[in-house]
T-cell receptor, first 111, second 114 residues
């Protein structure tokens, strides 16, 4: 079992729709959870982080965390073609500073 | 403000040669991380520095890989006797030394070993 699992996609949504990206993790002691966006040929860009159960909103983005289910999600409202990228879920395990990354979900927003 | 910078942006080297990759973290960030990303693969942790503490080298794949951080700022990742499987994008990130340790990445160095 991978430490951080994501569906590779592609996830295709029409412009203006809500895109829902999901991630599960295996280390129950993980403490912080991050979503990065990576455009092709570019480095990862931090979108947001969450460390408490529940929802955290930032503009069009909402991160959701459920530690009991070991599940993190990212919702993108009013999806735009410019949101088309690979979204990486990253987890900081207990006692560590380095992040463990999933393989990413490729999102395609169709105009 | 200035983000994480890395140099060179691209490096092509022959198998068996040594290479040095440089990272300059965000000013004020005390923690620095090296990762690599191979084609179609996820990000793989290599090494982590925090202030004057001993680095976490647990991700280094072999003893051909080493890194140092001088003066608590700039870091150099050295790969000796490069192999073709070392071809990847090497990414550096930095963070503050406090929770939640959110990491900001540099543009990366694309290493190609021929």
């Amino acid at each position: 079992q991978k430490e951080v699992e994501q569906n590779s996609g592609p996830l295709s949504v029409p412009e203006g729709a809500i895109a829902s990206l999901n991630c599960t993790y295996s280390d129950r002691g993980s403490q912080s959870f991050f979503w990065y966006r990576q455009y092709s040929g570019k480095s990862p860009e931090l979108i947001m982080f969450i460390y408490s159960n529940g929802d955290k909103e930032d503009g069009r983005f909402t991160a959701q965390l459920n530690k009991a289910s070991q599940y993190v999600s990212l919702l993108i409202r009013d999806s735009q073609p410019s949101d088309s990228a690979t979204y990486l879920c990253a987890v900081r395990p207990m006692g560590r500073r380095a992040l463990t990354f999933g393989s990413g979900t490729r999102l395609q927003v169709q105009p | 403000g200035a983000g994480v910078s890395q140099s060179p942006s691209n490096k092509v080297t022959e198998k068996g040669k040594d290479v040095e990759l440089r990272c300059d973290p965000i000013s004020g960030h005390t923690a620095l991380y090296w990762y690599r990303q191979s084609l179609g693969q996820g990000l793989e942790f290599l090494i982590y520095f925090q202030g004057n503490s001993a680095p976490d080298k647990s991700g280094l794949p072999s003893d051909r890989f080493s890194a140092e951080r001088t003066g608590g700022s700039v870091s150099t990742l050295t790969i000796q006797r490069t192999q073709q499987e070392d071809s990847a994008v090497y990414l550096c990130a930095s963070s503050f030394g406090t929770e939640p340790y959110e990491q900001y990445f540099g543009p990366g160095t694309r290493l190609t070993v021929t």
